[in-house]
């Protein structure tokens, strides 16, 4: 009896045992796993402060959105880049939204006149002689490389965006001074400005000798203290005054590093304007306009 006794007592301290072995590596697991959440925590605490603090520390050095800038972003749309950010880009995509194509005009200017042109012109003899040889500057203006996005009511060739860029990809090709000197007149130049915003006067004065050649245009933008930020211009002013009962401006500037300048006929200056005294009466605004210097 005695002996049973003891052999049910040391059954039942040994069931006792891994029962609290059992406790004990179940406690241990429970604290482990809090203390692992815990750490977890502090480590994802930590990166969101230094976050944080980098962001203000990287926020402090950056520029500010200028207002060029913040009318660019109102301006554009989400499209492509949306999806490079979201790192699911898809060229299918973007072929299936654009689907940009020649007509047969375009096509055949970029067929016949485009070639010609790139017969006429060599980089390295432009780059040595500084300019081009006056049987290529005559080809560009008759054949209407300085108006391809005027309108053809105004003599120009209207071209698609498209177009334009197939022709300056060519071009470029055979002579980078030749894809600038057609590039401009088709971009910054003043014609498309003047299709598009120009008065009635204006667009009968100097559209059509556009179109033809007879004037080259250039875009004066750039200043010797600032680039192509249209709302920060330095040192290119201009003020709304009235003389004997007409309106006009007094501008001051300086101007460099002005593609086409030397041979140009009229330029497209890119000021800023102010109206101190009220003068344009809601006719027109202040900031960055463009006047025309013939």
């Not at 554009?76 to 995509?93: E, N």
């Not at 390295?124 to 081009?132: C, G, L, P």
């Amino acid at each position: 009896m005695i002996a049973q006794h003891v052999l049910k007592n040391n059954a039942t301290a040994k069931a006792g045992l891994r029962a609290n072995r059992a406790f004990l590596a179940t406690a241990g697991s429970s604290n482990h796993s809090v203390f692992h959440n815990q750490q977890r925590r502090t480590i994802l605490g930590i990166s969101k402060a230094l976050d944080s603090r980098l962001y203000r520390m990287a926020k402090g050095v950056m520029p500010t959105i200028s207002k060029t800038e913040q009318i660019a972003l109102g301006c554009g749309s989400i499209g492509f880049d949306r999806d490079i950010f979201a790192g699911d880009p898809s060229l299918k995509k973007l072929v299936d939204k654009y689907a940009p194509k020649l007509s047969a005009e375009e096509q055949s200017f970029l067929d016949n006149e485009v070639n010609q042109l790139c017969a006429l012109i060599n980089d390295h003899d432009v780059s040595m002689q500084k300019d081009f040889t006056k049987e290529a500057w005559d080809f560009m203006r008759n054949e209407g490389f300085f108006a391809l996005k005027i309108p053809k009511e105004w003599g120009g060739k209207g071209f698609s965006t498209h177009a334009v860029s197939q022709v300056l990809s060519k071009v470029s090709t055979h002579c980078v001074d030749a894809n600038a000197t057609v590039a401009v007149p088709n971009s910054l130049g003043p014609g498309e400005l003047l299709a598009r915003y120009g008065t009635d006067q204006q667009k009968e004065y100097f559209l059509p000798r556009l179109a033809d050649g007879t004037l080259i245009p250039c875009f004066g933008l750039t200043g010797p203290h600032s680039g192509s930020d249209a709302t920060s211009l330095i040192q290119s002013d201009c003020i709304v005054e009235e003389r004997n009962g007409e309106l006009g401006v007094v501008a001051n500037f300086k101007k460099r590093y002005i593609t086409l300048a030397p041979v140009a006929g009229v330029v497209g200056l890119g000021l800023n304007l102010a109206d101190p005294n009220g003068l344009l009466k809601g006719n027109g605004e202040a900031g960055f306009t463009v006047a025309l210097l013939e």
